[in-house]
T-cell receptor, first 113, second 113 residues
Framework: GNSVTQMEGPVTLSEEAFLTINCTYT??????LFWYVQYPGEGLQLLLK?????DKGSNKGFEATYRKETTSFHLEKGSVQVSDSAVYFC????????????FGSGTRLSIRP | GAGVSQSPSNKVTEKGKDVELRCDPI?????LYWYRQSLGQGLEFLIY????????KSGLPSDRFSAERTGGSVSTLTIQRTQQEDSAVYLC???????????FGPGTRLTVL
């Protein structure tokens, strides 16, 4: 069945460092791909999404490109800030049920000042 | 406008007791989802309601778990004869079917002693 595998955390970086959080997926059909973020004490919220191959989702300085050839959707940011500390979830839509979303296990990111 | 709300925010119960968790979706959203987030784990899909269609119950872990959605709006997740392994944060989300992005509530933290 469909699944998402993402980099295990926790990931700790210094402020202004480059960030990559790896995410790969297994899916039939053509799913949409998402990154959700959960800031401390807050609910999950959508960070960015891509709906077809080679699409790039971007928001708040984060980017991820839908790579069908490598079944990947890695999250990147050129210069992280302390406020980026959160748990990040990679997810895909289940192509058999357009609205059902399958989430990865989450990666906790901590940024040191 | 108002987001997804859930109640209670915290629930502590004794093993063997029944609990009910409530979710109020965003007004007008036709789809409603329940997930479970255990400590250090990703989001586990439980159940999905879409309009008047039969719900997708494929994620419910046992017959102790059930959910209903009355009037196409408010949903209640019921866990009967709770076990310690049911301790987790239960998240509710809603959206308009086919849009991909889900809007999450703050969750109910359930602790079974």
């Amino acid at each position: 069945g469909n699944s998402v595998t993402q980099m295990e955390g926790p990931v700790t970086l210094s402020e202004e460092a480059f960030l990559t959080i790896n995410c790969t997926y297994t899916a039939t059909g053509y799913p949409s791909l998402f990154w959700y973020v959960q800031y401390p004490g807050e609910g999950l919220q959508l960070l960015l999404k891509a709906t077809k191959a080679d699409d790039k989702g971007s928001n708040k300085g984060f980017e991820a490109t839908y790579r069908k050839e490598t079944t990947s959707f890695h999250l990147e940011k050129g210069s992280v800030q302390v406020s980026d500390s959160a748990v990040y979830f990679c997810a895909l839509s289940d192509s058999s049920s357009a609205s059902k979303i399958i989430f990865g296990s989450g990666t906790r990111l901590s940024i040191r000042p | 406008g108002a987001g997804v709300s859930q109640s209670p925010s915290n629930k502590v119960t004794e093993k063997g007791k029944d609990v009910e968790l409530r979710c109020d979706p965003i007004s007008g959203h036709t789809a409603l989802y329940w997930y479970r987030q255990s400590l250090g784990q990703g989001l586990e899909f439980l159940i999905y309601f879409q309009g008047n269609s039969a719900p997708d119950k494929s994620g419910l872990p046992s017959d102790r778990f059930s959910a209903e959605r009355t009037g196409g709006s408010v949903s209640t997740l019921t866990i009967q004869r709770t076990q310690q392994e049911d301790s987790a944060v239960y998240l509710c989300a809603s959206n308009t079917a086919g849009t991909g992005e889900q809007f999450f509530g703050p969750g109910t933290r359930l602790t079974v002693l």
